[in-house]
């Protein structure tokens, strides 16, 4: 067999990198900081259905929906004759979890076989040093960068959802966040934006930029948590444009922030160590880098807090704590326990209306999602969480339907609740 | 006056209603995908004749009124919604609302919080699944009910999908099943699936109300709702509107009727559609093409009494049956094609009586019988050979393209696809359940659109814009011919793209081509579906390839089998004769087997000639008595070690002891945990092994309806736990697995790591006992034993360091010494299949594939055909390590690839892998273990098993698999 092509140092400055474009606003100043390291990267954006139906021919149809997508997208991208296929590489990221979402490269690679792109180097973006003799590294600086990019990033796609529905003139929060998208950029290019301090500078303008949108808070508006698998609850080519169909219907949208995924993983190597034994210094390690980082997230939770309106994010180590109420720490796979503490977790910020979007037959949330839905309920009678599957042979109206009833529920709760509140001025 | 509209997939229903909430008019009537034509027609009749106004409030309902509404800008709500407003309005003491409609199922429960539950994506169990089962029996939908009303017994038939139950059905019925017991067990079939599917763990209880066309119509179902939930319901009047009225009632605002008829008028947008290439551009490609294809027949010669000579082949499809003579020179003398009607011997018995009639001085000199109902018809007419479909469609395959590479057969109810190396059978692809969807299902669709197949089809040749409707089962291409609908697409565009998705489905999900190149050069297609033009042209545009259809394409069963029959060369046919014909008759009866434990359900065919055909058994015992001779069975094997292991005792349950579920990965760790506990002296009491009825009792919790079987059922086990009064329950958490040393990492796959979580939060009982399920690393615990000891204080508050290191110390001995008795089992089966010269079988799942409701007695089947059967756990490990392409970091699915190994490497050794329906982890393992065999030069065979008790699939492949292995060895001279 000919060997597989593998992404060498010198493509560095040849070769594009295309890459899924899970969630826009953070994957694309991830894509900055890439390129202030000297890569040159870009986002899928092609959608359509060759990109499912190229998906379905060359991977398995039985795997994750997610990873039919991204490989479908991939390899519509590469047919679509748009890029030069000499100097063009592919990332994909691995967990290396128990779940099979850890297979995704491989599966990617076999499809490249398969449709005849043997040739094209595969990137592997992982934090577990996978796949070691690769020109692509990930560095100190490239993490800290990165990790200063997914805070922003998180925060602007926080903002967002939370001007939008109330904005007084169309489009001016999607305008605040494209000036704020090229504004990071700049200071990227300078090396700037990512000690605390400036963090801490760049945030705080930020968050008053956005509450200086003009906003009618007295809009009929329902509060809408979306949670579920990673790729599913962000990407809008997974969850068929669920962001735009839940603004057309009038909702306020809270998605947790990737943050809390990466926290989550991190928190994992701990919890191992604690529950069966192993290495105390992976553990300190580990403590380490998890304290850092909810240092950074304190400091979007007490600037978004200053404006009353807004609603923080929820600090992480209260989706341990509400998680661990229900489902047992040792829930590692996939979103494992991330899930079922993030769901209580909306539900207690007064998102109670909950979207629990995974790929058709996704197995972690088998446990974690569709399995925890009973106890929720018992512990949170109001509560009210509709899980939506998605695969390619679901259809969107089916699945709009479905969120409609849980809109019509969380209406009527919503009128109640006004009523209740005008008796007590009475 | 107000106007309540709801629009569902195949019907729209009215409701105007007065300022006291009185029911002013009510109608009901199919639209037939003229949803905006229908509606105007109706608001027009409702403003002249009912209203006199031209004011009214209206509100929309239903899946198929979304879009229209959203573009008219009519108020909406959403269809259960609605429901629920008019139930609390009309039945205000109603606790929860069971719904079916068309082609949905829900449950409203009212007490406690309002929850409310919609059939997901994958789900059959509604009013078009009876629908299409009624076409199955071929009985009227109206009389239905009657018949299902004088059933004696129910049968098990899967309840989770309607494709399912399909394959459940058709050897019921081919076995001569009494109609109305099918017709009652199809209806418990849809209460189970209500259940399961909808209830999730919530019981239902208190004041029920049916609503909706199936169980307003039928009082059995109704029944067996009351029955199976131990309560009484209610069907209330105009139980069929409740969502119209529902609507109704949460109208506000005036429209003005005549803005809004004018809108619909105007409806003819289409948007969120994609649309295929039309499937022929011109006359002149269709003549090109009819041509091309009429080149492939065979002669069609009318009888001659002086060469009397001829062969007999039928084809006892799952639907039809099909009945080919032959000359002496291959020519078709008479051939009959027909649908069953439910009685295949009956149909069988008056085609042949026609033969004898209409050619006088017939010698039929061999026959053979293939299909779903071969051993039926072989027994009921000594048919002189009943071979396996595969072989009898290569032969026919084969008369048309001596070279052919693959074949496709598209029939009624199933796919059957096969590649061909050297001559013989090499893959098999058959659709297993989910990826169904073929002829019976156009035909379902024709007649849902109000025309027939033929029709149909010719319709959608020559449409313009095929409308894109994807490629999955059935019950999701529902939904997109729902959406399609919605969007106004008209018929001819819907035949022709169903007719696309056909052919996607059959390339794509069920042979799972990644090229379409990979199929091979010369392609025969056959079955039924393949009449279809469209069907036909579709294939051929996918593939970028002409195909070879033979102008008899629907008789190819038949006509390979008489080719069989007359390759064989007998002197005569041992085929009943005219005069036996006369005397035939056929007695069915129903026992219970009371051989074992499994207590099958047998069918007992007795013949005027006092021939006996029995079926429904799972193993030979009922028809050759006790065993003689030993089988080699590892499973057996396996179960013996369980019930040694003496641990099944109820009796003895006391305070202290612990009951361990057995199922998923406690088949293999219960060898640590007995001598682990004995140390303690705590005593275990194992679930007992499951049987259908351990299922049901925990069926009502099971969270998913998309999980694996093996996982459903340990609901059952941890109820049988708590039944036996054990006041704990031990299963932990387990990311990890035993090391086995073979791959890069030991996870269990996520079910069988975290099941014991999802127990807990759907099983309320198990909060009343201890249910001891903390998080523990077997291959850690030697090193860190405090970890998993301060886990376990919390529930044995005396146990010491030093005994639980005894404890662990025994608990992996007993393990270790289990592993290695099993591998040298193992080795004893593979030396004695040597010696007895039997074909030895790897049977590759996991270690709870062994579970005899999981494995629904596959195990015996091959011993019943002659096999030795091993298992994937009792190979030995192998030291190298083994060179995957994907990621290896599960045990038990790193044995699998070891499995594979060894198979690769002995020509003695077949392997067959067990895939539990929705296994994600499977969907890798899958392709990477066909790739190894295949490298090898290997067959590779694939069973999906889940709830389904119907071998009929599993036969086809594991004959065809052994046919093709000892061709092999014939070639090889050994």
Redesign the interface.
């Known amino acids: 067999m000919e060997r597989e092509p593998v992404f060498t140092r010198e493509m560095r400055s040849t070769h594009t990198i295309l890459a899924p474009n899970m969630a826009p606003i953070q994957f694309a100043l991830l894509r900055d900081v890439l390129e202030t390291e000297g890569y040159s990267v870009e986002l899928l954006t092609n959608e359509?259905?060759q990109v499912?139906e190229k998906g379905?021919?060359?991977v398995?149809?039985?795997?994750?929906y997610p990873a039919l997508l991204v490989i479908g997208q991939m390899i519509d991208a590469l047919d679509s004759g748009k890029y030069d296929l000499d100097r063009t590489a592919l990332a994909i990221t691995q967990t290396g979890?128990?779940?099979?979402a850890?297979?995704y490269i491989?599966?990617l690679?076999?499809?490249l076989i398969?449709a005849g792109y043997s040739g094209i180097p595969v990137v592997s973006l992982n934090l577990k040093g996978m796949d070691k003799n690769s020109g692509f590294s990930i560095t100190y600086s490239m993490l800290r960068k990165g990790v200063a990019a997914l805070v922003y990033g998180d925060t602007l796609m926080l903002l967002k959802h939370q001007c939008q529905v109330y904005e007084i003139h169309p489009g001016e929060t999607v305008r605040k966040v494209s000036k704020w998208m090229s504004h990071m950029k700049k200071q990227f290019m300078k090396g700037r934006g990512f000690r605390i301090k400036t963090m801490r500078r760049n945030i705080r303008a930020m968050v008053k930029d956005f509450e200086a949108i003009e906003k009618d808070y007295e809009r009929p508006v329902v509060k809408v948590g979306i949670v579920g698998e990673i790729y599913m609850k962000y990407s809008s080519l997974g969850n068929n444009h669920l962001e735009d169909f839940l603004l057309s219907q009038s909702c306020e949208i809270m998605i947790p922030g990737i943050m809390g995924f990466l926290l989550y993983g991190i928190e994992n190597q701990i919890i191992d160590v604690?529950?069966?034994?192993?290495s105390i210094a992976r553990k300190l390690i580990m403590t380490t880098i998890r304290n850092f980082l909810t240092r950074l997230e304190g400091i979007v939770i007490e600037e978004v807090s200053k404006i009353e309106r807004f609603t923080p994010p929820i600090p992480f180590k209260e989706s341990v704590k509400s998680a661990e109420q229900?489902?047992?720490l040792?829930?590692?796979?996939?979103e494992g326990w991330l899930l079922t503490g993030e769901m209580k977790d909306l539900s207690h910020a007064g998102f109670n209306n909950i979207i629990c979007a995974q790929p058709?037959?996704?197995?972690?949330n088998?446990?974690?999602g569709?399995?925890?839905?009973?106890?929720l309920?018992d512990e949170d009678?109001?509560i009210n969480i509709v899980p939506i599957?998605y695969?390619?042979?679901?259809?969107?109206?089916?699945q709009?339907?479905?969120i409609?009833?849980m809109?019509?529920?969380a209406n009527e709760q919503r009128i109640e609740r006004v009523l209740r509140q005008k008796k007590r001025k009475q | 006056m107000t106007i309540g509209l709801d629009i569902g997939s195949t019907t729209i229903k009215c409701v105007v209603i007065d300022e006291h909430n009185q029911i002013v008019y009510t109608t009901y009537e199919r639209h037939y995908s003229q949803i905006a034509e229908k509606a105007a027609e109706l608001l027009t009749f409702l403003h002249k004749e009912i209203l006199g106004s031209s004011h009214a409030s209206i509100m929309i309902s239903g899946?198929a009124g979304?879009?229209l509404a959203d573009r008219l800008s009519i108020p909406?709500?959403?269809?259960?919604?609605a429901t629920r407003v008019a139930t609390k309005t009309l039945v205000p003491d109603c606790d929860v609302v069971i719904e079916l409609g068309g082609e949905d199922a829900k449950i409203l429960f009212f007490n406690?919080?309002?929850?409310?539950r919609?059939n997901?994506?994958?789900a059959g169990g509604t009013g078009a699944f009876i629908d299409q089962m009624a076409s199955l029996l071929n009985i009227p939908i109206e009389q239905f009910d009657d018949l299902a009303r004088q059933a004696q017994r129910t049968y098990t038939i899967a309840s989770r999908c309607g494709v399912f139950a399909k394959s459940d059905i058709q050897p019921l019925l081919n076995q001569g099943a009494h109609k109305a017991d099918i017709a009652s067990s199809i209806l418990q079939a849809v209460v189970n699936q209500t259940i399961t599917g909808l209830a999730?763990?919530?019981p239902i209880t208190g004041n029920a109300v049916y609503l909706g066309g199936p169980l307003t119509f039928m009082s059995s179902l109704r029944h067996h709702f009351d029955v199976t939930l131990n309560l009484k319901g209610t069907c209330p009047q105009n139980s069929l509107l409740f969502v119209a009225m529902g609507a109704a009632l949460c109208a506000t605002g005036e429209m003005d009727l005549t803005t809004v008829v004018e809108g619909l008028r105007k409806e003819k947008v289409f948007d969120?559609v994609?649309y295929l290439e039309p499937l022929f551009r011109d006359q002149q490609e269709w003549d090109d093409f009819s041509a091309r294809h009429a080149q492939n027949t065979v002669e069609s010669i009318p009888y001659n009494p002086a060469r009397p000579v001829s062969y007999l082949g039928i084809d006892a499809g799952s639907t039809t049956i099909k009945v080919v003579l032959l000359n002496d020179k291959n020519q078709i003398i008479f051939s009959h094609y027909t649908n069953n009607e439910g009685s295949p011997t009956q149909v069988i018995l008056d085609t042949l009586k026609r033969i004898y009639e209409q050619f006088p001085g017939i010698e039929i000199q061999g026959s053979a019988v293939t299909g779903y109902g071969e051993h039926l018809i072989e027994h009921a007419f000594s048919v002189d050979y009943g071979i396996v479909e595969t072989v009898a469609h290569l032969t026919a395959a084969q008369y048309f393209c001596p070279e052919v590479d693959f074949v496709i057969d598209i029939g009624g109810q199933d796919i059957k696809c096969f590649r061909i190396r050297n001559g013989s059978v090499d893959s098999i692809y058959l659709n297993e359940a989910c990826s169904s969807g073929c002829g019976s299902f156009l035909q379902t669709f024709a007649s849902s659109l109000s025309t027939d197949i033929e029709q149909f089809s010719k319709e959608g040749l020559f449409a313009s814009y095929p409308v894109?409707l994807?490629?999955?089962?059935t019950v999701?291409?529902n939904?997109?011919v729902?959406?399609a609908q919605?969007e106004g697409i008209g018929r001819p565009d819907i035949s022709a793209g169903l007719a696309i998705s056909v052919v996607k489905n059959a390339l794509?999900?069920v042979i799972?081509t990644?090229?379409t190149e990979a199929l091979g050069k010369k392609i025969v297609v056959q079955g039924g579906t393949f009449h279809n033009d469209a069907v036909l042209r579709a294939f051929e545009r996918e593939l970028g390839r002409e195909v070879i259809r033979p102008t008899i394409s629907g008789l190819m069963g038949a006509y390979g089998a008489a080719l069989y029959a007359s390759h064989r060369h007998l002197e005569k046919s041992t085929i009943l004769s005219y005069t036996e014909l006369e005397s035939f008759s056929h007695i069915v009866k129903h026992i219970t087997c009371n051989l074992c434990t499994n207590a099958c359900r047998l069918t007992v065919n007795t013949f005027a000639s006092g021939e006996k055909y029995i079926s429904g058994n799972r193993c030979s015992r009922p028809l050759k008595g006790i065993q003689g001779k030993k089988d080699l069975n590892l499973v057996a094997w396996k179960l013996d070690q369980l019930r040694k292991l003496n641990l099944f005792d109820t009796s003895k349950v006391d305070k202290r002891t612990i009951g361990i579920p057995l199922g998923l990965n406690n088949y293999e760790l219960i060898y640590f945990w007995k001598p682990f506990f004995d140390t303690f002296n705590l005593q275990i009491l194992l679930s007992p092994l499951s049987t259908r009825s351990l299922y049901l009792s925990g069926q009502a919790s099971v969270?998913?309806d998309?999980?694996c079987f093996p996982?459903k059922l340990m609901h059952g086990h941890i109820q049988s736990l708590l039944d036996a009064g054990v006041s704990r329950i031990f299963y932990p958490?387990m990311?990890?697995n035993i090391d086995d040393h073979q791959s890069d990492?030991r996870?269990?796959?996520?079910?069988v790591?975290?099941?014991p979580?999802?127990l807990?939060?759907?099983m309320d009982e198990l909060k009343e006992i201890d249910f001891i399920?903390s998080?523990?690393?077997l291959e850690?615990?030697r090193?860190?034993p405090?970890?998993?000891l301060r886990?376990l204080k919390k529930f044995f508050p005396d146990m010491t360091l030093p005994l639980f290191r005894e404890a662990v110390q025994a608990g992996w001995s007993g393990y270790n010494e289990y592993r290695e008795s099993l591998i040298d089992a193992g080795r004893n089966v593979i030396r004695e299949a040597q010696e007895d010269n039997k074909q030895l079988i790897i049977l590759a799942g996991r270690p709870y594939h062994s579970d005899p409701e999981v494995l629904h007695g596959i195990d015996t089947l091959l011993t019943g055909l002659g096999c030795a059967v091993i298992t994937e756990d009792a190979l030995p490990i192998s030291s190298e390590r083994i060179d995957t392409?994907?990621?290896n970091?599960?045990t038990y699915h790193a044995r699998l690839y070891n499995a594979a190994k060894i198979a690769g490497e002995n020509d003695s050794m077949a392997l067959v892998q067990l895939v539990s329906f929705?296994c994600?982890?499977?969907?890798?393992t899958?392709?990477e273990i066909r790739q190894m065999l295949e490298s090898k030069g290997k067959m590779y065979t694939q069973l999906k098993i889940d709830e389904i008790t119907n071998l009929g699939a599993v036969t086809i492949r594991i004959r065809s698999l052994l046919s093709a292995l000892k061709e092999e060895r014939t070639h090889h001279g050994t």
């Open positions: 359509g259905p499912v379905l021919k060359h398995h149809n039985d795997t994750c979890g128990g779940c099979r850890s297979n491989h599966l690679k076999k499809a398969n604690n529950l069966y034994g192993g229900t489902i047992s040792s829930c590692k796979m996939g058709f037959g996704c197995l972690p088998h446990i974690a569709k399995g925890m839905m009973k106890a309920k009678p109001n599957d695969d390619p042979g679901a259809t969107r109206v089916n709009e339907n479905r409609k009833l809109l019509a529920i | 899946s979304m879009g909406f709500i959403q269809e259960v919604y406690q919080g309002l929850e409310v919609m997901g994506s994958c999730q763990g919530r969120g994609s894109d994807g490629s999955r089962c999701f291409m939904s997109s729902k959406q919605k794509y999900k799972r990644t090229s969270t998913s998309t999980l996982a958490v990311s990890y990492n996870f269990n796959c996520p079910v790591a975290y099941y979580e999802t807990n939060a759907s399920r998080p523990i690393d850690r615990i090193k860190y405090k970890k998993m886990e392409k994907v990621l970091q599960w929705g994600g982890v499977d969907a890798i899958t392709d």
